[in-house]
Structures are given as structure tokens and as C-alpha cells.
């Protein structure tokens, strides 16, 4: 039997040279969004969720909150289906579908997210958690 199941094994084969994801859609939940701490900019954390590449790896963005680029927030709750009253909590699990590309910050690569829109179809169950008692040492 093959150490790696046959999940681990695609994430692997589609895992590029880097570490990022390959550019494409990917499904997520919100699982944060926080104010900068510069308080210009809206941080959003998203989680690609079970059943798919890259299941639970962290992915994250920021819109600002300036009267400049307040637009792009504004794009961001129309995408999400959220009024610009909504809350964290409310944000917190609406499940996405990101459009990720490779760019670049600070002279490294890196995950950029590229598009966003609510995802409307059905999630996989999150995976349950292995307890401590299962690892074998």
C-alpha cells in the first residue's frame, strides 16, 4: 500500500517547484477578517476546504479601506453576497471560490488571489481531526 493516499498523491503531482498552488479556481471558506493593524486595509484568510488540492492551506488577501480604494472592498462584499454592515461572524465560513495566480512580493513568488465570487454548491465534510492517540510515537 502506498504511503501517500491517492489525495496526497495528486496535491503532490500538481504541487509546483515553489510550494504555491498552480494558478486556478479552488474552493475556500472565510475564516477571518481583521483590520490592519495600520487600520487602512481589510485582511481576509481563507481556507481551501476538504475534497480538493491544497485542502486547508491558507490563503490570504487584503482590500483597503481608504476612501482611494474603498471600491475594491465594496467589490468584495458584492462577491460575497455581504451588506457593508455585515459582521465577522457573519463573513466567517461563507464558502468562495478563489481564483488564484503566482505573483510576486518582494522579489519571491506567491499566491495572489486574482478573482473571488460566492460558491454556491455543496462542500465536502471537513475531515475529523486525528487525535494525539493515533500517532504511533
Do not use: H
Amino acid at each position: 500500500m502506498s504511503i501517500l493516499d491517492p489525495n496526497e498523491q495528486q496535491t503532490a503531482e500538481n504541487t509546483t517547484e515553489n510550494g504555491l498552488l498552480p494558478e486556478g479556481d479552488y474552493i475556500a471558506r472565510i475564516c477571518a477578517v481583521e483590520k490592519w493593524k495600520s487600520g487602512t486595509s481589510l485582511v481576509w484568510k481563507f481556507e481551501l476546504v476538504a475534497g480538493q488540492d491544497g485542502a486547508g492551506e491558507d490563503i490570504w488577501d487584503w482590500t483597503a479601506i481608504t476612501k482611494k480604494g474603498m471600491f475594491r472592498t465594496k467589490q468584495r462584499y458584492a462577491a460575497l453576497g455581504l451588506t457593508l454592515d455585515a459582521t465577522e461572524e457573519q463573513a466567517c465560513a461563507v464558502p468562495v471560490v478563489l481564483t488564484l495566480e503566482i505573483g510576486e512580493y518582494n522579489g519571491e513568488p506567491k499566491n495572489k488571489v486574482a478573482g473571488l465570487v460566492r460558491y454556491e454548491g455543496e462542500l465536502a465534510p471537513e475531515p475529523e481531526s486525528a487525535g494525539d492517540d493515533d500517532i504511533p510515537f
